[in-house]
């Protein structure tokens, strides 16, 4: 460390550039987080956007955020070095926050219904904030990132419960403001499933379906809602006929929307230009009509499905040959303790996201500012921003 202090001491704008690309961008989260110590000029390059989005979008392993619903304590990650090789590692959160509802640029958004509160977490640096739900209408949530304001945000679509009908409701959060703020859109009436949005490339996906009058008469079923993170505005997208059925689910992979068709085998497909077509089809993979497959990660020619909320599988596209992911065979260690699970069928229901290494939210700063840690004042406060 002292060798690059004094290296760092010495360096001009073109060795710093050389630095980041040779060097810091070949190191993990945890040790780009350590360089910071090394100068302020490297502190300030590491807190820099740009330098951020290159680190999330660099050709690093992904990882497998794994959260037992019955267990909503305990968490594991699944970290992969190549196709055969990968490690697990468990840890605790907070009780309570049972539901994943969406992650990106790193970062995983956790609810806690009963309590109205939200959790964000970076899972590689253990940066945790928790902040207030505002009000008590339930409705779908998506997390995504504005690139334009570099800020993240929350997306909450209420139920129009008491609105007028032809008017949407949406709450939106704001981490670099830290408070709620109300937006209202007329002629946009749906219906959602009550699963997250995904988010890819500045907009966020709900399954979901049109109405247009009252009685609810359904005018197009089976279609994405999307809504646009930085413009914050909808749209939808028209599912292919295959897709239209009941046991088809939506996941991230490489960058692109892709939804997993259970039917007679699995099917990937990926959407491009605002159209799906078919990519992977799993042939020896025998599904059940009963259960659902969601794509996690795509990795060369090997593919990690979890399946049912009870077992990650990995799939070998090329050999046609599953496996089960070891670990996941039985009740985690910890939960043995307490008498899950022993010598039978695994019980702990899970639920699974992918998600990069990322150093966020070191860009998330306001007045110069990092936010290093959750504020006692932030997490409880839970007014409107001004429009």
Known sequence: MENMKQFAGHTRVGDIEVLVDNILMNLPVKNICQCQLVSKSWQTMIADSEFNHMVCQRNCPVSIFVKYVDFP??????????????????????????EILGSCYGLICLGDEEQQKLLFLNPFTRWIQIIQELGDTSGNYGFGYDLTIEDFKLVKLLDNYSAPYDTRRVMIYSMKDHCWREKSYESWQFKLDPSAANFVADKLYWRGFLLKTPQQQVVEEDVLITFNICSETFGRVRLPEELCGRYVTFGVIENKLSACLSAQDISIW?????????????????????????????????????????????YNITEDSKVQ?????????????????????????????????????????????HDDEPSKEISKRRKLCPC
């Not at 996690?296 to 990995?314: C, E, M, S, V």
């Open 73 to 98: 304590q305990t968490v594991c990650i699944i970290h992969y070095s190549s196709d055969t090789s990968y490690s697990v590692e468990e840890f605790d959160l907070p009780s309570g926050f049972k």
């Open 270 to 314: 990926f959407l491009n230009d605002d159209q799906f077509q078919r990519s992977i089809t799993l042939a020896n993979y025998k599904a059940n009509l009963h259960c659902l497959v969601r794509p996690l990660y795509l990795r060369g020619n090997t593919i990690f499905l979890l399946r049912a909320k009870r077992k990650i599988t990995k």
């Open 325 to 369: 992911i070891l670990g996941f065979n039985k009740t985690p260690v910890s939960l043995q303790a307490l008498g899950f699970g022993l010598m039978s069928e695994p019980k702990a229901r899970m639920e699974a996201i992918g998600f990069v290494q990322s150093l966020f939210p070191l860009v998330c700063q306001r007045n110069g500012k």
